[in-house]
């Protein structure tokens, strides 16, 4: 089974663009959550997706949005970027069933650089 | 609020044993997630414990106490590849999964 993909792997942007990223989970799989991670705050959760629904949020500013289609693949969506936004952005896929028993597989992560 | 803590960096030598604290204060309790990421790259599912004890799985083993809000990650027999970031990650009643920032283990020859 292929594993989580992710694109594209490397982005480099400047301040104040926009940029989309886009996640495929596991085959089968319905969930999807986005992360950032930087080396200071570690992984911070973004949202989840479940059947195109945004079922979870986290902290994070309006700029950061998400939207998944009806074969599970997600897009996240980062306007009006800020230097502060250089990140890993992760994102993981996991079974449908029980939300709170289900193990996230992540995929490879998308390195956005804002200059 | 929300909180979990891990230790930032641990050394040790190749075939010891080292384990790997992990306390959290979350809101409500559905589980606790260990994972290891090497550097670069993404991070892989160790271990899953929802209810209190050790759950072992070949040489990686996790303990978890729900009263006491704890849980350590024991890894035995280290390998020169366990050298990797360990996060501990719990999933409150809203289901979004909480991280730590990791603890950075370096194994030694």
């Known amino acids: 089974k292929a594993g989580v993909t992710q694109t594209p792997r490397y982005l480099i942007k400047t301040r104040g663009q926009q940029v989309t990223l886009s996640c495929s989970p596991i085959?089968?799989?319905?969930?999807v959550s986005w992360y950032q991670q930087t080396p200071g705050q570690g992984l911070q959760f973004l949202f989840e997706?479940?059947?195109?629904?945004?079922?979870n949020k986290g902290n994070f500013p309006g700029r950061f949005s998400g939207r998944q289609f009806s074969n599970s693949r997600s897009e996240m969506n980062v306007s009006t970027l800020e230097l502060g936004d250089s990140a890993l952005y992760l994102c993981?896929?996991?079974?449908?069933?029980?939300?709170?028993?289900?193990?996230?597989?992540f995929g490879p992560g998308t390195r956005l650089t804002v200059l | 609020g929300q909180n979990i803590d891990q230790p930032t960096e641990m050394t040790a030598t190749e075939g010891a044993i080292v384990q790997i604290n992990c306390t959290y204060q979350?809101?409500?309790?559905?589980?606790l997630f260990w994972y290891q990421q090497h550097a670069g790259e993404a991070p892989t599912f160790l271990s899953y414990?929802?209810?209190?004890g050790l759950e072992e799985k070949g040489r990686f083993s996790s303990f978890l106490s729900r009263s006491k809000g704890y849980s350590y990650l024991l890894l035995k027999e280290l390998q020169m590849k366990d050298s990797a970031s360990y996060l501990c990650?719990?999933?409150?009643?809203?289901?979004?999964?909480?991280f730590g920032t990791g603890t950075r283990l370096q194994v030694f020859p």
């Open positions: 993981a896929s996991s079974s449908p069933g029980q939300a709170s028993t289900d193990t996230q597989y």
């Open positions: 085959s089968g799989h319905r969930s």
């Open positions: 997706y479940f059947s195109e629904t945004q079922r």
């Open positions: 979350t809101s409500g309790f559905n589980g």
């Open positions: 414990n929802v209810l209190d």
């Open positions: 990650a719990v999933r409150g009643f809203t289901d979004k999964l909480i």
